[in-house]
């Protein structure tokens, strides 16, 4: 049996109201719950927006019983994610600044909403997730244990973000820069693309523990389809991990550099006491090999995680990586060839910078650009090293030149 909710009223309407705080309930085909969930949700607040996701059993009559609801209804079923941005619209029509997505299933309890106003009181507005305990709480399904380490690893990898539970359906979203974003998935996979696009958007992300609730298996009632909607997942972490190396990471290495502070921001980087000089001569060593070898457009999602195997200073990586910025790639591709010539031998061809830098022409001399790049990452990594060290050396110099 589900554990008892405490039938004392409590009145926490004002806090909603003062905080543009609503309650959204996504719901499809849950009959035997939602009318509990609504009832314990009334006892804090009737600031509640139903999304009834083209239910086929007795959802909407049960909605009738409550006229003190917004209703946001529509046919046929198109998933929690369509839900959830239906959700998301309205909420934002109404003029309210924050949403508290609950579950339907009654998995989650009403009781806790207020300690999602007390995070937003203390902390301000940020994407604030509720905590499962998923070691403590009875009847865990087995794909939902795996799914929730699952999710919560891809998560760090793509915003760099320790979250310990980023499968709760119970969250309270900032809904201003939500309306801003063009969503793009419709399914349960929603809720991974917008904390993850939230995160990069500089949206503060925080959690508070909750209780939660799993019924026996034979009373389970759940629309999750294992193999296709762990699939859109997998495939969208695909894409947002691709995203994450090509785009966002180096973004907002850029982005520290634009300031006005960006000479304290190098300086910074390259007196770092914490690492050493040879760990800062060999970050962009790797960065500037990485740079050049031949995996256009792959560079820094390879790289990267390899920075991070091997400990180094992923700032400067990325820093030494951009060698290959367009307007240096002619001059790459052109010195490529010219240091692949010694490896082809009677086979070797010559190339003009200026007319034979040609698409067409590389592809009928690849080889020659292939050996060549590599021994032009090489060299160049040798290069960046013996200068980055030297440089580091001089700087440390004068550093304790002037302690002294």
């Not at 409590?10 to 996504?26: H, K, N, Q, T, Y």
């Not at 085909?29 to 086929?56: F, W």
């Not at 934002?92 to 339907?104: F, K, M, N, P, W």
């Not at 700032?315 to 490529?336: D, E, Y």
Request: aromatic residues 10%.
């Amino acid at each position: 049996m589900k554990p008892a909710i405490s039938t004392i009223p409590v009145d926490a309407s004002e806090r909603f109201s003062a905080l543009g705080v609503c309650v959204m309930i996504p719901t499809y085909n849950n009959a035997t719950s939602i009318e509990q969930v609504i009832t314990d949700v009334l006892r804090y607040t009737r600031q509640v927006i139903v999304i009834n996701d083209g239910s086929t059993d007795g959802t909407a009559e049960i909605l009738k019983k409550f006229p003190q609801l917004t209703v946001v209804s529509y046919t046929p079923n198109k998933g929690k994610g369509m839900a959830l941005r239906a959700g998301f619209k309205k909420a934002a029509e109404l003029g309210y600044r924050h949403a508290i997505t609950i579950d339907s299933d009654g998995q989650h309890f009403a009781k806790d909403l207020p300690l999602f106003l007390d995070q937003l009181e203390t902390e301000g507005s940020a994407l604030i997730m509720g905590s499962r305990n998923m070691t403590t709480a009875d009847n865990v399904p087995g794909k939902s244990s795996f799914g929730h380490k699952f999710s919560n690893f891809w998560f760090k990898v793509e915003t760099g973000i320790d979250c310990p539970d980023t499968q709760t359906g119970y969250r309270l979203y900032p809904l201003e820069p939500i309306s801003r974003m063009k969503l793009l998935t419709r399914k349960y996979e929603l809720e991974i693309e917008v904390i993850v696009r939230l995160a990069w958007a500089g949206v503060r992300v925080t959690s508070v523990p909750i209780t939660v609730y799993y019924p026996p298996k034979e009373e389970r009632i759940t629309h999750f389809r294992p193999f296709k909607d762990f699939s859109r997942i997998s495939l969208l972490n695909t894409v947002l991990v691709l995203i994450t190396f090509l785009y966002i990471k180096p973004r907002n290495f850029f982005r520290r550099f634009t300031k006005k502070n960006w000479k304290q921001e190098l300086k910074r980087l390259l007196s770092n006491p914490g690492e050493s000089t040879v760990t800062k001569a060999n970050s962009m060593a790797f960065g500037a090999f990485m740079g050049i070898i031949p995996i256009w457009g792959f560079q820094l999602l390879a790289g990267i995680p390899l920075a991070h195997w091997m400990r180094l200073n992923k700032a400067l990586f990325i820093l030494a990586a951009n060698i290959s910025i367009p307007p240096m790639i002619p001059l790459i591709v052109f010195l490529s060839y010219k240091m692949g010539k010694p490896w082809m031998g009677s086979r070797a061809v010559d190339i003009s910078l200026s007319k034979q830098l040609t698409l067409k022409y590389m592809g009928q001399n690849l080889e020659q650009y292939l050996y060549g790049s590599i021994t032009l990452a090489i060299v160049a990594a040798v290069l960046f090293w013996v200068l980055s060290f030297v440089l580091l050396k001089m700087l440390s110099g004068q550093k304790g030149a002037n302690v002294e």
